[in-house]
């Protein structure tokens, strides 16, 4: 295995702050596509260790680590079949407790993914669910009687398409699943079940964790009546949350999900994580009609979850300034004391060079943009490098969303390849077997090992913008205001106590003037280029200003 040289040593341990997440930034690990060590060409927990040093030098905050748990893989580790193990194709419950030892030695907080929504339809939950309609588990998940006619109970639809109802032979009735129908959905109306979960979140605390990434969190309760979703009109249909191929955006989901329900048991997981020294939960709120108002009304009053992130920047809609500024300005709006979680990029969506076609020098004004607002920020892995959505032809296709909408829509493998860390290698250093998905031959040029000592690099590009961060509390602590926000450009404000910085994106292919607002401003050392003469200030294409004021 090639390994970076890591350029951090171990930090020393320091007492906790319970604020940490608020502007932390958490990095997401894929891990079936980020190291593999054993040669079977699928990533493991061993290979993180090997790579923390890469993450850690980055200079983030947290690291984010997608399901790991016992599965069948149908959705690759998202159909959980054992809440309390490791799946052997990454390793064991010990090599966890390494791989947290080793994050903490190098600063870094550890998030885990929790998928709370549903299970495999191999858990020993389900299979006693689904044995009769008497048993001890029987309510565990979503049954319901068909229709005299013998169809589902309802018109709810699954996000990976069809009908969101399996029948079940065995027990003569239907049962819910909003993804595949091999991840049928808790029953979270029953507190048993909810008893169960919160104790699966005790479990993995208890291991170290310093909080979760909670999976599809809008999706945990239904409508106990099964009223039917109402149609959307086709002019407020859009591919925020599925792809335009799929009819699911045709409805307005309000009973399928969104439920009022979800806050007391938000409060009750709240009340688990409290018990826990600084720990935190980040939830996904997938909604295409009403995201920010969910994820405002579930990070309010301290009493929910830390963070939530919507869909508004991992859709396909362009962020040009007036649209980045409105989504801002919408949730600052209405967020009260609720906080978000930023991201352009993770594991379910086309990766965001690719989705808004940016060019090198845009990638990184964008990446400035994200690290500059107001919230935590989630970067996925590879996004440092600036690698793009790789192309998986059908035959070599694993995600099985691809495979039913191909080729309109292609799946979320080409965000999945492995990472490239070294590039005369034809695996790119990521296995010596194998890989689960091929390495794209487009990244290797942009492999980590050919980036690490290029100061012109992307990767020396996202250190330097992180460390700018750091040296500047207000970005993580600081509230924000929008000066200015129009198509191809956009001004905010940062302030924090007695100083303010004030921040402008152009992010157009021209050159264009900066006007700030009244007051000295002194330039700051972030890394971009800027003019400055008795003229004024003038950016020049995809370039960004930041000066500082009160000092």
């Known amino acids: 295995?090639?390994?970076?040289?890591?350029?951090?040593?171990?930090?020393?341990?320091?007492?906790?702050?319970?604020?940490?997440?608020?502007?932390?930034?958490?990095?997401?690990?894929?891990?079936?596509?980020?190291?593999?060590?054993?040669?079977?060409?699928?990533?493991?927990?061993?290979?993180?260790?090997?790579?923390?040093?890469?993450?850690?030098?980055?200079?983030?905050?947290?690291?984010?680590?997608s399901?790991?748990?016992?599965?069948?893989?149908?959705?690759?580790?998202?159909?959980?079949?054992?809440?309390?193990?490791?799946?052997?194709?990454?390793?064991?419950?010990?090599?966890?407790?390494?791989?947290i030892q080793r994050a903490h030695e190098l600063g870094l907080k550890v998030l885990i993914d929790l998928v709370l929504s549903h299970t495999s339809d191999r858990h020993p939950w389900f299979q006693e669910s689904r044995a009769s309609r008497d048993n001890a588990k029987a309510d565990w998940f979503v049954w319901a009687d068909a229709k005299p006619d013998g169809s589902p109970p309802n018109n709810w639809l699954s996000i990976f398409g069809g009908p969101a109802w399996e029948w079940d032979g065995e027990r003569m009735q239907y049962y819910?699943?909003?993804?595949?129908?091999?991840?049928?959905?808790?029953?979270?109306?029953?507190?048993?079940?909810?008893?169960?979960?919160?104790?699966?979140?005790?479990?993995?605390?208890?291991?170290?964790?310093d909080g979760f990434r909670l999976d599809t969190i809008n999706f945990y309760f239904h409508d106990p009546d099964l009223r039917d979703n109402p149609a959307l009109p086709p002019d407020a249909r859009n591919d925020t949350i599925a792809p335009s191929v799929n009819p699911y955006n045709w409805q307005d989901h309000l009973y399928d999900k969104n439920r009022p329900e979800n806050l007391d048991f938000l409060r009750r997981f709240r009340a688990v994580l409290d018990e826990y020294p600084a720990a935190t939960a980040v939830g996904e709120v997938g909604d295409a009609q009403r995201g920010a108002e969910i994820q405002a009304e579930y990070t309010s009053g301290g009493d929910k979850v830390h963070m939530c992130y919507a869909f508004d920047f991992l859709s396909n809609t362009a962020p040009t300034g007036d649209r980045v500024g409105k989504v801002l300005s919408d949730f600052e709006a209405i967020a009260g004391d609720g906080w978000a979680c930023w991201a352009f990029s993770n594991h379910d969506v086309v990766r965001h060079p690719s989705r808004w076609q940016l060019g090198e020098e845009a990638l990184r004004l964008y990446a400035a943009l994200l690290l500059s607002l107001r919230g935590s920020v989630c970067l996925y892995q590879g996004e440092e490098l600036g690698l793009t959505e790789a192309y998986v032809a059908f035959e070599e296709l694993q995600d099985p969303y691809g495979v039913r909408f191909w080729p309109k829509f292609k799946g979320r493998d080409g965000c999945r390849t492995p990472v490239p860390w070294v590039q005369d290698n034809r695996n790119g250093g990521f296995s010596d077997g194998k890989p689960w998905l091929p390495v794209a031959m487009e990244h290797l040029h942009r492999a980590a090992l050919s980036q690490v000592n290029d100061a012109g690099s992307t990767l020396t590009f996202y250190r330097d913008m992180l460390a700018f961060r750091r040296r500047h509390p207000i970005f993580a602590k600081g509230t924000m205001r929008i000066v200015e926000a129009r198509e191809d450009y956009l001004a905010m404000t940062r302030t924090f106590g007695e100083t303010s910085v004030f921040c402008a994106f152009n992010l157009a292919n021209r050159a264009q003037p900066v006007t700030p607002p009244p007051g000295g401003w002194s330039l700051l050392d972030a890394p971009f280029e800027v003019i400055e003469n008795e003229h004024g200030i003038t950016l020049p294409p995809y370039q960004a200003y930041f000066g500082q004021s009160g000092v």
């Open 1 to 65: 295995m090639n390994l970076l040289d890591p350029l951090v040593q171990s930090r020393p341990e320091a007492e906790a702050d319970p604020d940490w997440w608020r502007g932390a930034v958490i990095y997401q690990i894929y891990p079936r596509s980020f190291q593999d060590s054993n040669g079977d060409g699928i990533g493991d927990l061993a290979g993180i260790i090997h790579r923390l040093p890469h993450v850690a030098d980055l200079g983030v905050d947290a690291i984010w680590i």
């Open 67 to 99: 399901p790991f748990y016992r599965s069948p893989m149908l959705d690759f580790g998202y159909d959980v079949s054992d809440y309390r193990d490791v799946d052997p194709m990454f390793g064991t419950l010990g090599d966890f407790d390494a791989l």
């Open 176 to 209: 819910l699943h909003n993804f595949l129908r091999e991840q049928p959905d808790l029953n979270l109306h029953n507190k048993q079940v909810q008893q169960e979960l919160l104790d699966v979140a005790r479990f993995w605390l208890d291991r170290g964790v």
